[in-house]
Each structure stands twice: as C-alpha cells, then as structure tokens.
C-alpha cells in the first residue's frame, strides 16, 4: 500500500492506517525531532504529539504531496509550540546513544561533535545523511532553496570532518 | 571531487550512528491515543469540564437566588428544592456529561438538597441510583 492510500484511509479515521504510517516514517520523525530538541525524552513526545496532529488533521491530508515533507512541517510545529512554552531543549545533545558496536566514548564524542553544528546544518546533516534524502527533498521539508540546503551540508560536512579527524 | 570523496566517506562512518527509531512502547501509546482522539474523547473531557463548571455556577447562583428571597438568618439551603428537582437540572447536562455529572450531583448539589442530610456519600449516590 503506498504512502498516498495510507493517508485516504487516515483521513477516514483508520488508526490501521496510522499505524502503518508510523512504522513507516516514524524513525525519520524521531531522528529529526532529535536534531532540534537534543534529547531522547523530547523527541519521543514531538514524535507522539506530530502523529496526533496528523490525526487531528485529517481533513486536509488530501492535499499532502509529500508525506514526509509534511510530517517534518508538523514536527518544526510542535517544537515551536514547545519553545513558546518554555520547554528549554536539552543542553547536552543525546542524538546517538550507546549500543553493540558502540564504545560509550566514541558516542560522548560523536554527540559532542553534532552539538557544536548549529541546528540548521544538523538538521540537514540528519536528513540528508541518515535519512538519504536528495538536497531537493531536504529544502522542501525545511522550506528552504535547495542551494542552501546544500552549503549548509557542506559546511556542516567540513566542520564534522576537522572535528572527527 | 576529492571533497566530495572525504564526504562520501564521513557520511558512511556518520552512518555507523544513526539513531535506532523511537522506542516500541511509543508506538503502543501514540495509537491508544489516536483511538482516544477519533472517539472524540479529547473533545469530551473539555466538554466535561465546561459542563461541571456552568453547573457549579447554575447551583451557586440559584442558591443564592433563593436564599435572598427566603430566609437569609437559616442555613443557605433552597427549601423548597428537593432531590428529584435537581436530579431534572443534572439529567438536562446528562448528554454531555453523562456519568461524570453524577457524581458532580454527589459532590456538589446532592449535599445541597433538604431532607437528605444528615447522610454519607454512598447514600447519597444510593438515593442517585433509585
């Protein structure tokens, strides 16, 4: 079933539908969540708020082109409702955590190193590198021209590549 | 190119810490929340809370009302309300507040009602149910 027949049964109200959609795209919410609220508990309630908001919206998920484009959009959302909240974002990046295979200090240093890279070249260097989306995909889920979602890749590249050396 | 290449590169060793995805319990949580949301339960509870509040409001203003008119030197207490009149008040707001405005009845009107004092709760809510 493809993303656009997911998102005719959603907005009937099939939470099904819903489910499939999350195990679809819910590690692309949750990466990208992480990028912008810096920590693990964070991101889990932007992605479970982004998935009800979804929801929430229904009636208008007959126009979404692009679902992953708009399920970044619904994400930038809800950090900003959280920002005008007050929810401060974590000081100290979490992005990637320790697991087999991953010393415990190559992740300090790794997390180190993201968190020196401002937000917008993080979120490009998410979306382009773990989630694999074209320069084109990453300038329309930021609505930004697609040359500067690329020299923001670059920089963020050169900076990640003297800090890692 | 050669910076594309140290790119390339960076990005296969970038890979190696890509995040997993959200833990599986928060998928188990985001959709009993979406069922909550489709059966509108979201919208309910606020409706509950607008309903026990104009209730509150109604019952202190129709108290007050008739302590004014009566005997202001008695117990502020409707004497000429009884039990079956406000139990009509609270089946009025019983569509949008269904069980919940029972026991807003309990708290807050029932103790209100002549005759039925002295009494505890549960006969109170005993008298609801006949």
């Known amino acids: ?165 | 190119m050669a910076e594309m290449k140290d790119f390339e590169d960076l990005e296969a060793h970038l890979i190696r810490y890509q995040p997993a995805g959200p833990p599986a319990d928060l998928r188990d949580t985001v959709m009993a929340l979406a069922s909550q949301v489709l059966r509108g339960r979201g919208l309910g509870v606020r409706w509950y809370a607008a309903a026990a509040t104009l209730l509150v409001a109604f019952n202190l203003a129709t108290e007050r009302y008739i302590c004014s008119r009566t005997a202001p030197e008695t117990p502020c207490l409707p004497p000429a309300t009884s039990m079956s009149e406000y139990r009509d008040v609270i089946a009025s707001l019983n569509g949008l507040a269904g069980e919940w405005s029972k026991w807003e009845a309990l708290l807050f009107v029932g103790p209100r009602a002549p005759g039925l004092r002295p009494t505890t709760p549960k006969d109170l809510f005993q008298e609801w149910e006949r």
Do not use: C
């Open chain 1, 1 to 165: 079933m493809t993303d656009d027949e997911l998102l005719e049964r959603i907005s009937r109200g099939d939470v099904e539908a819903l489910a499939e959609l999350y195990d679809r795209h819910s590690g692309l919410v949750y990466q990208f969540a992480l990028a912008l609220v810096r920590s693990r508990d964070a991101a889990e309630e932007v992605v479970q708020e982004s998935f009800l908001g979804l929801l929430k919206s229904r009636s208008r998920l007959a126009s979404v082109r692009d679902i992953r484009s708009y399920l970044l959009r619904i994400v930038r959302n809800e950090v900003s409702h959280r920002r005008r909240r007050h929810e401060a974002d974590a000081s100290a990046l979490e992005v990637v955590e320790a697991r087999e295979g991953l010393s415990a200090k190559e992740v300090l240093e790794v997390n180190e190193v993201l968190a020196r890279l401002p937000e917008e070249q993080l979120t490009v260097v998410v979306l382009k590198v773990w989630q694999g989306m074209t320069f084109a995909e990453v300038a329309d889920a930021l609505d930004i021209p697609a040359n500067t979602a690329a020299s923001r890749y670059r920089y963020a590249m050169e900076k990640l590549r003297q800090w890692l050396r």
